[in-house]
């Protein structure tokens, strides 16, 4: 039978199915402890204390455990979830932060000459493109730690 609950979820074909299934499965309570449990897992695959995540998401020190315990074992699901999740929200921030900065060059008076002048353009252009490409990763991956599509980024970060 559980298998057979396995083959449901397989089934559904995208987000939105995902969703209509979950919500009539689950109470809104349960989707939120559910979420809960996957936001304390990120945080301690990002090396997060105890205290730090008690203090970021308000929950006891049983729930972490649990969830720590969970971690641990070779098969944990949450593994899965939690690299898939990162990787989605790193993605995100990336796009963030690049339509963050064309609106900015756009809206600033420079940015009409920058539009016009290659010569103005050049030099900014090499810099982003050797900025981007020696990124340390590890300050978008905490980053992304703690960023959720529902709020915007917690402002202390390791």
């Known amino acids: ?82 690299k898939r999740l990162v990787e989605n929200r790193k993605r995100r921030l990336k796009r963030i932060k690049k339509e963050e900065k064309e609106a900015m060059e756009s809206s600033s008076p420079l940015g009409t000459i920058k539009k016009f002048s290659p010569a103005n353009r050049i030099l900014p252009d090499l810099l982003d493109a050797v900025i981007e490409k020696f990124e340390d990763d590890k300050n978008l991956e905490k980053e992304a730690l703690l960023f959720t599509p529902s709020r915007a980024p917690f402002k202390n970060k390791r």
Do not use: H, P, W
């Open 1 to 82: 039978m559980i298998g057979e609950f396995y083959d449901m979820i397989d089934s559904l074909k995208d987000r939105n199915e995902v969703r209509l299934f979950i919500k009539s499965l689950l109470t809104a309570d349960e989707i939120a402890t559910l979420m809960r449990r996957i936001e304390i897992a990120v945080l301690l695959s990002g090396k997060y204390t105890y205290n730090e995540i008690i203090k970021l998401l308000g929950v006891g020190n049983g729930k972490i455990t649990n969830v720590q315990k969970c971690l641990l074992q070779d098969d944990s699901g949450y593994k899965i979830i939690v």
